[in-house]
């Protein structure tokens, strides 16, 4: 029983290697799907936190600029009112444990 999953991790390990990065990160947001964890967002004006929401499964996305990194409005749902739309610079997110 152990042979077989030695001769799987390995096979894994082999597939995941020869796949383009695009490929990899699209898996790794795949798995990201299924064990997201639960996120805190808070809006923060003048040092002070003005609100925050409650984001299951940690589905927060953003546009990108030509470097991948985040830019404009972070976008998610909300448990508590839905659609939520929050500037970058002023937003802060957190793992709830």
Same mark, same amino acid.
């Given at each position: 029983?152990?042979?077989?999953?030695?001769?799987?991790?390995? =096979?894994?390990?082999?597939? %995941? +290697?020869?796949?383009?990065?695009?490929?990899? @990160?699209?898996? #790794?947001?795949?798995?990201?799907?299924?064990?997201?964890?639960?996120?805190?967002?808070?809006?923060?004006?003048?040092?002070?936190?003005?609100?925050?929401?409650? =984001?299951?499964?940690?589905? %927060? +996305?953003?546009?990108?600029?030509?470097?991948? @990194?985040?830019? #404009?409005?972070?976008?998610?749902?909300?448990?508590?009112?839905?659609?939520?739309?929050?500037?970058?610079?002023?937003?802060?997110?957190?793992?709830?444990?």
């Amino acid at each position: 029983m152990r042979k077989i999953y030695l001769g799987l991790i390995i =096979v894994s390990v082999f597939a %995941i +290697t020869a796949c383009t990065e695009e490929a990899r @990160n699209k898996l #790794g947001r795949t798995a990201d799907n299924y064990l997201g964890e639960d996120l805190k967002v808070s809006y923060i004006d003048g040092g002070v936190v003005v609100k925050t929401w409650t =984001v299951e499964d940690g589905k %927060i +996305t953003s546009g990108k600029d030509d470097k991948g @990194n985040s830019i #404009g409005y972070y976008y998610f749902w909300s448990v508590e009112n839905g659609y939520v739309q929050l500037p970058i610079e002023r937003t802060v997110i957190e793992e709830i444990k």
